[in-house]
């Protein structure tokens, strides 16, 4: 069946230091990919996503993502982060057959909490 | 323009008791999902509707959940005889017709059964 798994469920960093968040999938086919990011108590906001093409994709807030097929990973990065990006950010893939239906399988998650 | 919009943000329910969760979408769009967030987990897919029509209900339990998006109006996500199982954040998300895979979320709905 098809998954997504991120295995950070909480990462600290510093202001201003650089983030990577890791996210791997199972998936037969090129999958369609994305990132997305929930505020305390808010919806979730897309971040960025990868159809096709370039696999280095760029997003919204300095976000970019690179997908790499033979490690079937699609991690999240930000060369320096800012204490308004503490936030739970969620990678998911849509569910194969799914291209007329958008149904998305999420990640558990990952909590980032910025320090000062 | 106003984003999706979901009410009420926050409602209590007794167990055995309905529970009923509104979600309109952005405005032209026609495509509503209804997502599911338990502690600690990530969303997990529950129903696809447009218009008047389910389209893919098969993250959806067998008994006690409905879901409709009629002709005028938001769209229901009803769960009748709540157990404390039900307690989560419900979530909706809505697309425009050609972008399915450009959706976007509601605030959310915090269900929670006592």
């Known amino acids: 069946a098809q998954s997504v798994t991120q295995p950070d469920i909480h990462i600290t960093v510093s202001e201003g230091a650089s983030l990577e968040l890791r996210c791997n999938y199972s998936?037969?086919?090129?999958?369609?990919l994305f990132w997305y990011v929930q505020s305390p108590g808010q919806g979730l906001q897309l971040l960025l996503k990868?159809?096709?093409?370039?696999?280095l994709v760029q997003g919204i807030k300095g976000f970019e993502a690179e997908f790499k097929r033979s490690q079937s990973s699609f991690n999240l990065r930000k060369p320096s982060v800012h204490w308004s990006d503490a936030a739970e950010y969620f990678c998911?893939?849509?569910?194969?057959?799914?291209?007329?239906?958008?149904?998305?399988?999420f990640g558990q998650g990952t909590t980032l909490q910025v320090k000062p | 323009n106003a984003g999706v919009m979901q009410n009420p943000r926050h409602l209590v329910r007794r167990r055995g008791q309905e529970a009923r969760l509104r979600c309109s979408p952005m405005?032209?769009?026609?495509?509503v999902y209804w997502y599911r967030q338990l502690p600690e987990e990530g969303l997990k897919f529950m129903v696809y509707?447009?218009?008047?029509?389910?389209?893919?209900e098969s993250g959806m339990p067998k008994e006690r959940f409905s879901a409709e998006f009629p002709k005028e109006g938001p769209s229901i996500l009803r769960i009748q005889q709540v157990v404390r199982g039900d307690s989560a954040a419900y979530f909706c998300?809505?697309?425009?017709?050609?972008?399915?895979?450009?959706?976007?979320f509601g605030p959310g709905t915090r269900l929670t059964v006592t």
């Open positions: 998300a809505s697309s425009a017709r050609d972008s399915v895979y450009e959706q976007y």
């Open positions: 998936y037969g086919a090129t999958p369609y």
């Open positions: 990868y159809f096709s093409g370039d696999t």
């Open positions: 998911a893939v849509a569910a194969y057959g799914s291209s007329n239906t958008g149904k998305l399988i």
């Open positions: 405005k032209g769009h026609s495509h």
């Open positions: 509707l447009q218009k008047e029509n389910i389209i893919d």
